[in-house]
Structure formats: structure tokens, C-alpha cells
């Protein structure tokens, strides 16, 4: 099992920048390639960056040069800075883990499961 816990949203006006952060804990070497999404009232959940086992990144188009994912393996975190945000930016932010694989030992499972936070609300005004 694992556990995801974002943390970091707020409140802040157009051009400010904030950092989350997504702690993962319980089978942690069970999971790998985490991601961002986010969600806005009314919309669908969409895909915002991703970072997988060996470091390579993606970005929607919506936050490229503005958005940067990272992850500390020390601390089971994965983290999004985000800078120059603007109001199309608010929404509920979560983070989500791939957990399993048949390259992986018991007792992780070897099916391929996701794994989401409970997300963080970030608000951007105008």
C-alpha cells in the first residue's frame, strides 16, 4: 500500500510562484513515475508533469518554462515549483504514483496500479 500526501497550495496573485510537495510513504520501492494533475471547477482532471525512475520530464504545454517536477528519493517527495502563475492555474492539484510491475519483487504487486494524493487547492488571482 502507499500514501500520498500533497501539501504546499495557497492563495497568491498572478506572477507569484508556489512549491508543492507530494510525501509518499507505507511500500515506497513499490512505486515509480509520479506525476502531477490538476483539476479546476467544472473541468476534467488533466495532466500537468510527469518524472519518471531515471529523471526524464514532461510537461503539459499549459506550464512548460513555468513549472519545474522534481523528486528527493531520500525523501519520499515529489515536488512541483511552480513560477509565473496565472488565474488559468487554479485548481486542486494532486499527485499520483504508479505502484507495481512485473519488474518488481514481492511484495509489490506485479499488476501496475495508481496511487493518488488527496490534493492541494491552489488559487491564482488576477
Known amino acids: 500500500q502507499l500514501q500520498l500526501v500533497e501539501s504546499g497550495g495557497g492563495s497568491v496573485q498572478a506572477g507569484g510562484s508556489l512549491r508543492l510537495s507530494c510525501a509518499a510513504s507505507?511500500?515506497?520501492?513499490?512505486?515509480?513515475?509520479m506525476s502531477w494533475y490538476r483539476q479546476a471547477p467544472g473541468k476534467e482532471r488533466e495532466f500537468v508533469s510527469d518524472i519518471d525512475s531515471d529523471g526524464s520530464t514532461n510537461y503539459a504545454d499549459s506550464v512548460k518554462g513555468r513549472f519545474t517536477i522534481s523528486q528527493d528519493n531520500a525523501k519520499n517527495t515529489l515536488y512541483l515549483q511552480m513560477n509565473s502563475l496565472k488565474p488559468e492555474d487554479t485548481a486542486m492539484y494532486y499527485c499520483r504514483s504508479q505502484y507495481g510491475g512485473r519488474w518488481l519483487s514481492p511484495p509489490c504487486p506485479s499488476g501496475l496500479y495508481n496511487y493518488w494524493g488527496q490534493g492541494t487547492q491552489v488559487t491564482v488571482s488576477s
Open positions: 507505507g511500500y515506497t520501492y513499490c512505486s515509480h513515475d
